[in-house]
């Protein structure tokens, strides 16, 4: 009994079943106002569509049959292949991300500490030496042979990065 003499409904918890329930009745499935105007409207009609419906179901469903059952051939997937695809390479992907942060921070068009554009420390690295070098030869040359620096110098350094097969200072550089 709680305060003031009144009971309180026990509260389930461990070790508590679970309080019976009871099974509600199925209720009938409203039919659309649309469907039931149009077969009290045309009850002639209404059987000759399900014919037809039923009949066209069909004729498709033919269609999608194994090659030479009779139906319009769909093209079947190439046969599983016994490696899984190949992945990019890290130092591809090294490659490619550097690179195209390097062009962004040269054009201007950059905003953002390395995490935020999804680099790491060594990654940044690269960046910063592929942007100096690529500045000077934009002064002189324009934006296209700063690009073609920038892709060499990223390039080579990933490579050398990943030369191992991972990055050489722990994961995080």
């Known amino acids: 009994m709680e305060r003031g003499g009144t009971t309180r409904p026990a509260v389930r918890g461990p070790g508590r079943p679970r309080p ?6 199925a209720l009938p499935r409203p039919r659309t106002p649309l469907t039931t105007a149009f ?10 569509a399900v014919l037809v419906t039923a009949a066209l179901v069909t004729v ?3 269609g999608c049959g194994p090659p030479g ?15 899984s695809p190949s992945a990019t390479a890290p130092e ?8 195209h942060w390097a062009r962004e921070v040269l054009d201007g068009t950059a ?5 935020s554009m999804g680099l790491s420390n060594g990654q940044y690295g690269i960046l910063r030496d592929a942007v100096a070098a690529a500045r000077p030869v934009r002064e002189q040359r324009g934006a296209p042979a700063a690009h ?6 990223v390039r080579e350094a990933c490579a050398e990065r990943h030369r191992t097969g991972r990055p050489d200072e722990g994961a995080w550089r």
Do not use: K
């Not at 905003?111 to 995490?115: I, V």
């Open 20 to 25: 019976a329930t009871v099974p509600l009745p």
């Open 60 to 62: 498709l469903a033919a």
């Open 69 to 83: 059952s009779g139906g319009a051939r769909v093209p079947s997937p190439p046969p599983p292949s016994s490696s």
């Open 92 to 99: 591809d992907l090294c490659a490619r991300i550097v690179t």
């Open 39 to 48: 077969t009290a409207a045309f009850p002639a009609v209404a059987l000759p």
């Open 111 to 115: 905003y953002g500490d390395y995490q």
């Open 148 to 153: 073609e620096v920038i892709v060499r110098h």
